[in-house]
T-cell receptor, first 115, second 111 residues
Framework: DTGVSQNPRHKITKRGQNVTFRCDPISEHNRLYWYRQTLGQGPEFLTYFQNEAQLEKSRLLSDRFSAERPKGSFSTLEIQRTEQGDSAMYLC?????????????FGPGTRLLVL | QQPVQSPQAVILREGEDAVINCSSSKALYSVHWYRQKHGEAPVFLMILLKGGEQKGHEKISASFNEKKQQSSLYLTASQLSYSGTYFCGTDSGGSNYKLTFGKGTLLTVNP
């Protein structure tokens, strides 16, 4: 299967701890996106990479959140000093990066629970 | 601004039809439709670009009325596999990457 993969699939942590999630996009996809989804809501845009460059960050992404895509391939999303309000599904998506309007393909997500 | 989807939920019997609407208060450059089953990733259905085009995917089709700033998803002769939550994602800024999703429409197809 060459779809978008995310690890871990589930993460339980205590408030105040740091967590890191990984996303591996579809091969040759230049664009990578992070979204957050809470119960009963659609995905909310967090940030976007074109190759290794982070081109936009949502206001939702506080200073405790940081994302990287060091070699333009996989990406990591780190949350420092987690809060209970950070509990959500974190989705990664990727797209080819060659068109004007592109299809974003989503990974299975990482479900975070902050106790 | 988040697009508004209607209805919030719909229950069908297998073989019945349904329409899901997605409306925005902003001008739309594109509308992206996804289906998500519980605990799974959103799965891409189709993308519509401004121009009022209609696209189809098996028994699922969609239209896009840019003047009304809305899109509709049509599911005909529904199958059990159509059950899930349908989301529309809209691009209002012409960024071609930043999608704003509605709250979703929960579709349940019963035998």
């Amino acid at each position: 299967d060459t779809g978008v993969s995310q690890n871990p699939r589930h993460k339980i942590t205590k408030r105040g701890q740091n967590v890191t999630f990984r996303c591996d996009p579809i091969s040759e996809h230049n664009r990578l996106y992070w979204y957050r989804q809470t119960l009963g809501q659609g995905p909310e845009f967090l940030t976007y990479f074109q190759n290794e460059a982070q081109l936009e960050k949502s206001r939702l992404l506080s200073d405790r959140f940081s994302a990287e895509r060091p070699k333009g391939s996989f990406s990591t999303l780190e949350i420092q000093r987690t809060e209970q309000g950070d509990s959500a599904m974190y989705l990664c998506a990727s797209s080819l990066g060659s068109g004007i309007q592109e299809t974003q393909y989503f990974g299975p997500g990482t479900r975070l629970l902050v106790l | 601004q988040q697009p508004v989807q209607s209805p919030q939920a719909v229950i069908l019997r297998e073989g019945e039809d349904a329409v899901i609407n997605c409306s925005s208060s902003k001008a739309l450059y594109s509308v992206h439709w996804y289906r998500q089953k519980h605990g799974e990733a959103p799965v891409f259905l189709m993308i519509l670009l401004k121009g009022g085009e209609q696209k189809g995917h098996e028994k699922i089709s969609a239209s896009f009325n840019e003047k009304k700033q809305q899109s509709s998803l049509y599911l005909t002769a529904s199958q059990l596999s159509y059950s899930g939550t349908y989301f529309c994602g809209t691009d209002s800024g012409g960024s071609n990457y930043k999608l704003t999703f509605g709250k979703g429409t929960l579709l349940t197809v019963n035998p």
